[in-house]
């Protein structure tokens, strides 16, 4: 019987782990990134609180 390769169980192991964290990151970005639905009434109240800069050309 063959002896068992326990440093490329464990590689195979973190491989995973790391790609499953990969992935979680990535539908969280998509998530953050996602349409952000936006009332016309309060489009008015967002342009009143931010304030444009001049142009200085």
């Given amino acids: ?3 068992p390769n326990f440093k490329f169980q464990k590689r195979q192991k973190e ?3 790391k790609k499953k964290q ?3 990151l990535l ?3 998509e ?3 996602g349409p952000v639905e936006v009332d ?3 489009e008015h109240e967002l ?4 304030p444009t ?3 200085t050309e």
């Fill in 1 to 3: 019987m063959a002896k």
């Fill in 15 to 17: 491989l995973d782990k």
């Fill in 22 to 24: 990969e992935e979680k």
């Fill in 27 to 29: 539908r969280k970005q």
């Fill in 31 to 33: 998530k953050a990134a």
């Fill in 40 to 42: 016309p009434d309060d």
């Fill in 47 to 50: 342009a009143a609180v931010a």
């Fill in 53 to 55: 800069e001049p142009d």
